[in-house]
């Protein structure tokens, strides 16, 4: 496992909501990032497919973290904007987002991602800005 998948993981343990998800992530690159999740029964609706919340939350999770690896050294980066279209339903026991930066910029980033069920059938796809919290500098 690279240092920066490692650095990832203990970052997102500290969003306690990411942890209740039990999201993980997989990989890292340079502007992109996939991540998964189980999908016990408690994250379906009555339907039995995974919850809206559930997949948007993935996918919000997955447009930021492809984000932050185009800027280590920020405070971190919160959405400021996601459009999501959900396509297909998420089933079985896993889900897998994948996410890329679009167009990145000094405080602000474009990032693209698309939620998968393990089987590769696309549950849904979104697009979203993020900003980024740059650290502030002295004497600047």
């Known amino acids: 496992m690279s240092a920066d ?3 990832t993981r203990d970052y997102q343990k500290k ?7 039990g999201l993980v992530t997989e990989t890292l690159g340079k502007g992109t990032a996939r ?3 189980a999908l016990p029964e ?10 809206g919340g559930v997949i948007m939350s ?3 999770v997955a447009l930021c973290t492809a984000a932050r690896t185009l ?9 400021i904007d996601m459009s999501t279209s959900f396509i297909g339903g998420g089933s079985g026991d896993r889900l897998i987002a994948e996410a890329r930066v679009l167009r990145d ?11 998968k069920n393990a089987d590769g059938s696309l549950v ?15 004497g600047g």
Do not use: C, W, Y
Not at 16 to 21: E, G, M
Not at 42 to 51: R, V
Not at 105 to 115: D, N, Q, W, Y
């Open 5 to 7: 998948v490692q650095f």
């Open 35 to 37: 991540l998964s999740m």
């Open 42 to 51: 408690h994250f379906t609706n009555s339907l039995g497919t995974a919850h």
């Open 105 to 115: 910029a000094r405080s602000m980033t474009f990032v693209e991602a698309e939620a």
């Open 58 to 60: 993935l996918l919000d």
């Open 124 to 138: 849904a796809k979104a697009i979203g800005t993020v900003k980024v919290r740059l650290r502030e500098t002295k």
């Open 71 to 79: 800027h280590p050294d920020s405070m971190g980066v919160v959405t």
């Open 15 to 21: 969003i306690p909501f990411v942890a209740h998800l």
